[in-house]
């Protein structure tokens, strides 16, 4: 959290001197004791996002590259005079342990053109997709297995 901060910080002032990074390691130090107190931060939090941060990044990239690829699925269909929507709803087990998992994976749906999550609830998720083969393989989707490969 506190490297967050203090990049913040650096970002925001748009350069870097021993006065900014003095004052920004402060406040950083400060908002982070604060966070940690007030909501109950646990600093092994930290930790989890460090050691997971190459398969976060990994991540982010596979859902930016979902996003384009359903997003020109959807465009496909939009502007096709054949094809038309067929909207179901499937629900499925992701078999993630975890409540950040279950719920990056619910977001991670909804932010995908073409589908969003409906009901989530431990690892059970209802999803409504435009199209029954937007839904074929979800159950083993990239995203749930970039997941479980997260640990902690």
């Given amino acids: 959290m506190f490297i967050f901060f203090l990049l ?70 939009v502007w096709s005079k054949e094809e038309k929507p067929d909207p179901v709803m499937v629900e499925f087990h992701s078999g993630l342990e975890g409540e950040f998992s279950n719920v990056l994976l619910a977001n991670s749906i909804t932010l995908t053109p073409g589908t969003f999550t409906v009901h989530q609830e431990g690892d059970r998720l209802v999803v409504h997709c435009l199209r029954p083969e937007y839904a074929e393989g979800i159950e083993e989707s990239s995203f749930i297995q970039l997941l479980r490969r997260v640990k902690g």
């Fill in 8 to 77: 913040i910080w650096v970002i925001f002032n748009g350069r870097i001197t021993p006065e900014i990074l003095i004052i920004g390691c402060l406040i950083s130090v400060g908002i982070s004791m604060l966070i940690y107190k007030a909501l109950g931060y646990p600093a092994t939090t930290d930790k989890k996002i460090i050691r997971n941060f190459p398969l976060l990044l990994m991540y982010a990239g596979n859902l930016i590259l979902e996003i384009f690829k359903a997003a020109f699925q959807v465009i496909k269909l």
